[in-house]
């Protein structure tokens, strides 16, 4: 009997070792695991096109000499290059910032209206052909949400704020005019290139999409709001300035796209 007890009890520690040694293989030791950092700096650059109106029109203090005024065409501008660089700081995988210097070339303006105005008791009838050349330069900080990642294409959202400096240049007014006893006349008015800071805002959207774990192609709208511009004073051909009266551009606004590339350091 007692010999059977002393080969169950070996058999029991036998096999309570075996098991011991299972447990300790099935145990891993844990791995550290490197924790990813994604705050750093990055590079940004992009290149577009604006598409800008004048909301406010055009405004002089001569129209106040005026009988009646009427725009035919409030003001255009063509399209314009759109060139910036900047340097930015991705906090976590929503959220960063940047800051920017613009350049946004010249764009061609035009605008005509229509006037009367009384030379004595005559009724004098006439229009104005404007036409000039804007352009900025634009500084601003911003920033952004991206929305969500789905395989490496990020939505983003995001706004940002800053200053403008705008440059009217080329400023000309062609007038042609109907008097009823002189008749037909013309007349010519340019004014000197003039540049003024403005308050400048924006809201941004766009796709970002990563081409690599550092770089990002970044395709992008942009609605820009860049306050006021305005020409030298306007001085008749001859030379005649006899008042301060610079033609304004009131409230300008543009709707921008762009193709850009982001590079980051980490």
């Known amino acids: 009997m007692y010999k059977h007890l002393v080969i169950t009890a070996s058999a029991l520690v036998f096999g309570l070792g075996v098991t011991s040694t299972l447990a300790a293989d099935l145990i891993e030791e844990p791995i550290y695991v490197e924790p990813v950092a994604y705050g750093g700096l990055y590079l940004r650059g992009s290149i577009g096109m604006s598409n800008q109106q004048l909301h406010g029109g055009l ?121 009823p006893i002189n008749g037909q006349y013309s007349s010519l008015a340019y004014g000197s290139e003039h540049s003024e800071w403005n308050f400048a805002w924006a809201l941004h959207t766009g796709l970002g999409i990563d081409v690599t774990d550092r770089l990002t192609l970044d395709l992008g709208y942009s609605f820009l709001h860049l306050g006021d511009a305005q020409s030298g004073d306007l001085v008749a051909y001859d030379g005649t300035n006899n008042v301060k009266n610079p033609m304004k551009f009131d409230d300008i606004t543009s709707h921008d796209l762009k193709f850009g590339i982001r590079y980051r350091f980490f």
């Open 59 to 179: 405004d002089n203090r001569l129209y106040d000499s005026v009988d009646s005024l009427k725009f035919l065409d409030h003001g255009r501008f063509s399209s314009a290059p759109i060139y910036n660089l900047g340097i930015g700081y991705q906090f976590n995988d929503n959220f960063r910032v940047d800051g920017i210097v613009e350049y946004r070339g010249k764009a061609d303006f035009k605008a005509l209206d229509r006037i009367t105005f009384y030379d004595g008791p005559d009724l004098v009838v006439g229009s104005n052909d404007y036409s000039a050349k804007k352009s900025e330069w634009l500084v601003m900080a911003n920033a952004y949400y991206d929305i969500f990642d789905w395989n490496g294409i990020k939505p983003y959202v995001g706004a940002g704020a800053g200053m403008s400096r705008n440059t009217i240049s080329s400023f000309s007014d062609k007038g042609l005019f109907e008097h």
